[in-house]
């Protein structure tokens, strides 16, 4: 039933703290610190009111009846128990956040640094990132993250940055480069400076913003907050003029009677409740490991109008993975195979390890296998746009020294025997073009097999053996699980879904379709997002988007929500206005629902809440007037003028803890279209806090009778 | 029951109104973007001389605090203009029949009252009225408090229509209702009333000896037709005749009765139409036109079942049917011309009437009916578009906390100058001044006064008994604030929403059929959740003592 | 200076719109209804011997027994009309005065019916056409009693 619920990333939150939460609400009761809650304030005045005539009911003769104390003892009790419902959702959203926050920190520090304690490389501790200062030295080796923002002092390495920038080629950095917190070192080791202290990173302001008590107002809730205020004085001044009217035109009320009725329209229900659904909005974003910089922007998010999702990493998972081995000529497959496991041997690139698992999968394994270790390996780099391997003796293997595909190859290694002696071998692999470029030959039917197997938006690499292209291998991106079913849902509540990429538009073209989505943007350049996000934003659409490159900052800043990821940049982290600590860009689409859920939770509430007014007016208003007994034929209900008094107050108590869950787990629904989720809920919230009540009073006035309470 | 009479009534009158309307609503959107028109030849220049008179420049537009304090000078001038006609007019030209100027506080309550758009009266206009008063001060205030409304209406409507991006200028929008609308509307209106028996003299008010022998008649002939035919077209409602479209003169027949009340819904449903067309939409019209009108026929069908008292107080001619469709109509319309007297209806009639008061929308009166509609179409989106999981928007353009501010704030306006008059006039026994008890009948009446003195609509039951220094004042003030407030606040949402960034994305479709339908109850149910126990202590404590005293039979809340 | 501007724009729109609404208009709109329908614009009188004996519109003081008589209550109290069925009541009593048949009387009433609504409806007649028919009809006895 619960949509986002069920897709959660993380485990069971601690457990929550009651003795301290009960203090806590009990201590909230202060009027002082209810001033902010404007419905609760005048409750808990009326309360001091009743309270008064429970004590004295003699004081104010005109409205008030000598032997009514019990009567008012109820009805000043019940009053307090309601002001104090509020409180105590207060406090459970309060306890909330400052759990899931807690939990935040304790993942942050599970990243870890190896901090050098002298000049020599192999006397360092391994330290929680949390802990390093500005200034600390530390060494980042051979497939190492970079802990934290960083400054070179020693040694060269590639670097990949792709889940930073977008660049998909590794960067060169030697002394004096900037690391970015977050990257990957895929080649040798480095000596680097911290700049920046951790708590000065963005996410760590974040996490310090979300325990935070003072949170500013949404829009939304500052419109509701207006709203409910309207109410408040509209009731007001009906209950001061009865009042007066019922002292002038002698129609016997009691003021404790008129209090009840003032409270009961009140807009008690969102308005005690309308805190806790602000908190537990941002707390369920932290408990997804998304930090929002500010109610607002997650609010934003349920009004996206358009979503603009990155290709890589948000839609497929960002690692090309072979899967075929096409063949040229008269070569087979299993040639193709061969070549393409030898010359990925030593890549350590996702695509490079796909295609040994491909080959080996498949059972392409060459004799020429245990020459390796003399292999002469030359690795992928953009200007090339492709590898190579030289192997000169194959008599025997050799476990690689190191590196990241180790355990893979020690599989391989248990399953295979060395075998005998090849010829000195080159196989070159790479862009089709590069490679042509290369062995300066084409085969006659190269170009109408590429053409043929890259229809689909496959990604095609050449393979060339001693100087002749001998097939192809096609590698497709993989599209995320559970990917294509957020983007139906968001489609069905009317968000224009966008794909941008870097790819040619066929390959683009053939990603969107597969999984459902409105539009592309191929052949994108640093600043399209940008141009997009304005574009779109001329016509009046809230743009929502994900990035984590220091050039996605300007689109970050300049839309609507931006989500970056922790493993991002600096200035795409500023420029955003959440940022994910697990720093996967899907979840972009689970803050558009959990925004969406925040809006409709708070309409709910405050639809049932007023709705439920009509059934309050016409369980109160029959019986308040003892000097005119003609009103009894819209009694409804029946009730005596106590019970129905007592009944209708406790209702109006009871509901919001009843409703507490709802406010902080949020409103149930199903991805639909606007309209239909809108109708859906007027249906539930709106008839439903017209009927509701009326049965819920006459049950609590039998139980009363039942229970023999005396009224 | 409802009877054949009933829906052919309603058939006729309805069907007429609806079909001319629309046509209306075509010509009103040519006037008001400043499209070429064939009048042009013969309107220009006489607008561009008024202009020059007057040092205007109409090409100039406006912010809503602009728009207001023009809108406003203006009508306070002419407030005061008529005022010392009103009090003076024993002095002044065309008065054969010698009549005495008012009394200040009558004066005051008289020239707030039409200069707001009300019409409650608190005299006998053909007692009372010099012809000149009649003519310059009432028949003047009715032009130009429906010029007024008119302006306003359309100002809050091309600000939500956005396509301006302004709420245009007040002028313009003033003179053109005049020279484009409602004079010539006036001049084919009067001359059908002519031939229809309604007086058009200044000749005096001459005694004559009727047929019996012995008796006599005073003839009240006086500028009557051309009285009525702003009164109905402007939704006025204030009378020449003190017993207003009861009084045979104003009203001499059926058929004109049917063509007052079509005069008096003509504009206002213009407006919801026009609405559609300036927003370029016609369905966001067809929403406030189908809202509109189902609270208007629900009032009209809880009023044709329960049972009409026909006979004290209603006029045979015109009969039950018309009278209540009459009387629904004139408070759905905001109008407040009676051609029945008040007294002469159950209870559940008078309810009815008072829905129609308390909402001011369905459809209410030229110009602010439409305004008060889109008021409701904020707070409902507001309070039950939350649901849709979006910030509720109103023509793609989302609702900020300013608005809300300014929509709660006009209508919070209503129960408070309603509510606190009466329980003031309570407290200091007034009812007593007026010849009223502090019972349920008392009540209803000293309610009414106020209701309908805040929604500007001028129905009355006091009649010339409310002609006392309180009742003058208090309903003077009531009538200008009730007026003048909610029209700055709404003037400011408009003004603020023309500038607005518009999506071309509507999550809500208030276009829909089933927005009406939440619209209607979202209405009926704001207005409840306001008025219930004042109502309770009013019509229906009326009606269910009646019911004990045996009237019977009739089921309450149908 | 700007307010002051203001005023004056109001003041002078003030005193266009006066003469414009509240005396050119009304007064070319009795002009015309004085060429156009006379007898309408002057109150629809009823001429008798050449002398105005009041409007059709407005009812008359009819106390004599010979009368059919208006109603005493009305909204306006000058309600010209009477439902059929109040009219029938009184024929008795008019047999009584005038020894007039009652065949006439009834006839007289149908002749004169009207409906509220056109063609359906309640059912009633103008007092004064219907007084004015006997009297038409009977003179010598009615003589005794009109002007």
């Known amino acids: 039933m619960l949509y986002l619920a069920s897709n959660s990333t993380v485990g069971k939150e601690s457990r929550l703290n009651w003795p301290s939460i009960l203090i806590d609400s009990l201590k909230r009761l202060n009027p002082y610190s209810l001033k902010s809650n404007m419905v609760m304030f005048v409750t808990e005045i009326t309360f001091a009111i009743v309270l008064v005539m429970a004590l004295d009911p003699t004081l104010i003769p005109i409205v008030s009846r000598a032997g009514e104390r019990l009567f008012y003892s109820e009805v000043a009790l019940i009053l307090i128990i309601t002001v104090w419902f509020s409180t105590l959702s ?183 409740l309308l805190p806790a659904i602000g908190i537990s909005g941002i707390n369920r974003m932290s408990v997804k490991r998304i930090i929002a910089k500010s109610g607002k922007a997650i609010e934003a998010s349920g009004d996206t109008d358009a979503l603009l999702l990155d290709k890589t990493g948000t839609i497929t998972r960002g690692m090309r993975k072979a899967v075929k081995f096409v063949p040229l000529g008269n070569h087979t497959e299993r040639e193709v195979g061969e070549a393409a496991l030898l010359s990925s041997w030593d890549d350590d690139t996702p695509e490079g390890k796909s295609i040994v698992e491909l080959a080996y999968n498949q059972g392409f394994v060459p004799q020429a296998f245990s020459s390796l270790d003399r292999s002469e390996f030359e690795e992928f780099s953009a200007a090339t746009r492709r590898s190579s391997i030289k192997m000169s003796d194959t008599r025997e293997f050799l476990l690689p020294k190191s590196g990241r595909g180790i355990l893979q190859r020690k599989r391989l290694r248990r399953k295979y025997q060395p075998g005998e002696q090849q010829p000195d071998l080159e196989i070159v692999k790479g862009a089709p073009d590069a490679i042509i470029d290369y062995v300066k030959i084409k085969p006659a039917n190269f170009d109408s097999v590429l053409e043929k197997i890259s229809e689909d938006g496959a990604t095609i690499m050449a393979v060339a053996e001693a100087g002749d292209v001998i097939g192809f291998i096609k590698l497709t991106d993989e599209v995320k699980p559970g990917v294509k079913e957020k983007i ?68 970050l800043s300049a839309a609507d929500v931006g989500l970056a990821m922790a493993s991002g940049t600096e200035p795409a982290k500023e420029a955003a206005n959440m940022v994910d600590l697990e720093s996967n860009p899907s979840k972009i689409m689970d803050v558009v629902m959990l925004g969406k859920q925040i809006l409709m939770t708070r ?81 539930i919230y709106g008839l439903g806090g017209i009927v509701l009540p009326f049965i819920a009073i006459k049950l609590i006035a039998i139980l009363i009778l039942i229970m023999g309470v005396k009224v | ?69 023009t809108l406003l000078y203006l009508n306070a001038g002419e407030a005061i203009l008529a005022f010392f006609i009103l009090m003076f ?23 707030l009252s039409f200069s707001s758009n009300t019409n409650l009266q608190h005299y006998n206009g053909e007692l009372t009225l010099s012809y000149l008063s009649q003519m310059s001060a009432i028949q003047f205030l009715q032009f130009t408090s429906a010029a007024t409304g008119l302006a306003v209406g359309v100002a809050v409507i091309r600000g939500f229509a956005g396509k301006a991006r302004t709420i245009g200028n007040f002028y313009y929008d003033y003179v053109r209702s005049l020279t484009r609308v409602l004079l010539p509307l006036a001049f084919i209106a009067t001359i059908i009333l002519i031939f229809m028996g309604v007086p058009q003299a200044l000749s005096g008010y001459p005694t004559v000896s009727t047929l019996q022998k012995g008796a006599t008649e005073i003839l009240y002939k006086g500028p009557v037709a051309s009285l009525v035919s702003i009164m109905q077209l402007g939704t006025n409602g204030g009378g020449y005749f003190g017993a207003n479209s009861a009084y045979p003169l104003q009203n001499p027949s059926q058929l004109s009765d049917l063509f007052e009340i079509g005069m008096m819904m003509f504009i206002p449903t213009s407006l919801l139409f026009l609405f559609g067309r300036m927003v370029g ?72 009437a008072f829905f129609g008061m308390l909402i001011q929308a369905a459809p209410g009166g030229v110009g602010v009916g439409a305004m008060y509609l889109i008021m409701y179409v ?68 000293i309610f009414y006064e106020f209701t309908s003195a805040a929604a500007n609509n001028g129905s009355d039951y006091l009649g010339a008994a409310g002609n006392t220094v309180f009742f003058n004042v208090a309903t003077g003030i009531v009538m200008w604030v009730g007026r003048f407030l909610p029209i700055l606040f709404m003037l400011a949402i408009a003004d603020g929403v023309s500038t607005r960034k518009r999506s071309q994305k509507q999550g809500l479709k208030t276009g829909s059929i089933s927005f009406v339908v939440i619209l209607v109850f979202s209405i009926f149910i704001l207005t409840v959740l306001t008025f219930f126990p004042f109502l309770v202590l009013g019509p229906v404590l009326q009606f269910l003592q009646g019911m004990k005293l045996s009237i019977g039979g009739v089921i309450f809340g149908l | 200076m ?146």
């Open chain 1, 90 to 272: 207060d406090s459970i959203a309060e306890a909330q956040v400052h759990n899931t926050a807690s939990s935040l920190r304790k993942m942050k520090e599970q990243m870890t640094a190896k901090r050098l304690k002298s000049s020599n490389r192999n006397n360092f501790d391994v330290v929680p990132s949390e802990q390093l200062r500005k200034g600390d030295i530390i060494l980042i080796e051979h497939g190492d993250k970079v802990p934290i923002d960083s400054e070179v002092l020693e040694g060269i390495a590639m670097v990949d940055e792709s889940l930073l920038t977008g660049e998909s080629a590794n960067v060169r950095k030697s002394v004096g480069s900037t690391l970015l917190g977050g990257s990957v070192v895929t080649t040798d080791s480095l000596v680097a400076r911290v700049s920046v202290n951790p708590e000065e990173t963005y996410v760590s302001k974040l996490i310090n913003l979300v325990e935070s008590s003072s949170r500013p107002k949404t829009p939304n809730e500052i419109a509701l907050t207006i709203l409910i205020t309207g109410f408040t004085a509209i009731f007001t001044i009906i209950i001061v003029a009865l009042l007066f009217l019922g002292v002038t035109l002698r129609l016997g009320i009691d003021l404790a009677v008129l209090i009840a009725l003032y409270v009961c329209l009140l807009p008690t229900t969102i308005g005690a």
């Open chain 1, 488 to 555: 139906k849902a968001l489609r069905d509540m009317d968000i224009e879904v966008v794909m941008v990429t870097g790819d040619q538009p066929l390959t683009a073209g053939v990603i969107s379709k597969d999984v459902g989505i409105d539009d592309y943007i191929a052949k994108a350049r640093p600043e399209t997002k940008y141009e997009f996000v304005k574009e779109e934003q001329k016509h009046g659409k809230i743009v929502s988007m994900i990035g984590d490159g220091t050039n996605d900052a300007p689109a």
């Open chain 1, 603 to 683: 309409g709910t509430v405050t639809t049932f809440s007023i709705a439920n007014d009509i059934a309050k007016y016409f369980v109160i208003v029959p019986v308040m007037f003892a000097a005119l007994p003609e009103l009894g034929a819209l009694n409804v209900l029946h009730l005596t003028p106590h019970v129905a008094v007592i009944s209708a107050l406790i209702y109006n108590a009871l509901i919001i803890p009843v409703l507490i869950p709802l406010a902080l787990r949020g409103t149930a629904f199903k991805p639909a279209s606007t309209m239909t989720l809108f109708l859906k809920n007027v249906t």
């Open chain 2, 1 to 69: 029951m409802l009877t054949l009479e009933d829906l052919f009534v309603v058939a006729v009158v309805w069907g007429t109104v609806i079909v001319l309307s629309w046509f209306l609503s075509s010509y009103l959107l040519g006037v008001f973007t400043g499209r070429k028109s064939r009048l042009d030849r013969i309107l220009v220049p006489v607008e561009n001389f008024i202009y020059l008179l007057a040092g205007i420049d109409s090409s100039k537009n406006m912010g809503w605090k602009e728009y207001f304090k």
């Open chain 2, 89 to 111: 007019q024993q002095s002044l030209p065309l008065n054969p029949m010698h009549y005495s100027g008012m009394s200040w506080s009558l004066a005051l309550n008289t020239v």
């Open chain 2, 281 to 352: 939409d016609n369905r966001e019209g067809r929403t406030l036109f189908l809202a509109a009108y189902a609270i208007y026929g629900i009032d009209l069908l809880i009023a044709f079942l329960s049972t009409t008292v026909i006979g004290r107080g209603l006029e045979v001619r015109i009969g039950g049917v018309a009278s209540t469709l009459w009387t629904v109509t004139t408070t759905a319309f905001t109008t407040g011309s009676l051609n029945a007297s008040l007294s002469g209806f159950n209870p559940v009639v008078i309810l009815t």
């Open chain 2, 378 to 445: 904020i707070v409902t989106i507001f309070l039950v578009g939350l649901m849709a999981g979006r910030t509720p928007e109103y023509l793609g353009v989302k609702i900020e906390g300013s608005d809300v501010k300014l929509a709660v704030a006009a209508f919070l306006t209503h129960p408070i100058i309603i509510l606190v008059p009466t329980v003031v006039a309570f407290a200091i026994g007034a009812e007593s001044t007026v010849g009223l008890a502090a019972n349920a009948t008392g009540f209803t009446r």
């Open chain 3, 2 to 147: 700007k307010g002051f501007r203001n005023l004056s724009t109001a003041a002078r729109l003030t005193l266009i719109s006066v003469v414009i609404c509240g005396l050119l208009f009304p007064i070319i709109m009795t002009g015309i209804g004085q060429v156009a329908a006379p007898w309408q614009s002057n109150g629809s009188q009823v001429y008798y011997d050449g002398k105005s004996i009041g409007s059709d519109l407005i009812s008359q003081d009819f106390s004599a027994p010979v009368f059919f008589h208006p109603r005493n209550d009305s909204a306006s109290g000058v309600d010209p009309d009477i439902t059929l069925t109040y009219a029938l009541s009184q024929v008795p009593r008019i047999h009584n005065a005038t020894g007039i048949p009652e065949s006439f009387l009834n006839a007289t009433l149908e002749k004169y019916t009207q409906y509220t609504m056109f063609f359906f409806g309640t059912k009633y007649v103008n007092v004064l056409n219907v007084n004015l028919y006997l009297m038409e009809s009977f003179p010598s006895i009615y003589a005794p009693y009109v002007q």
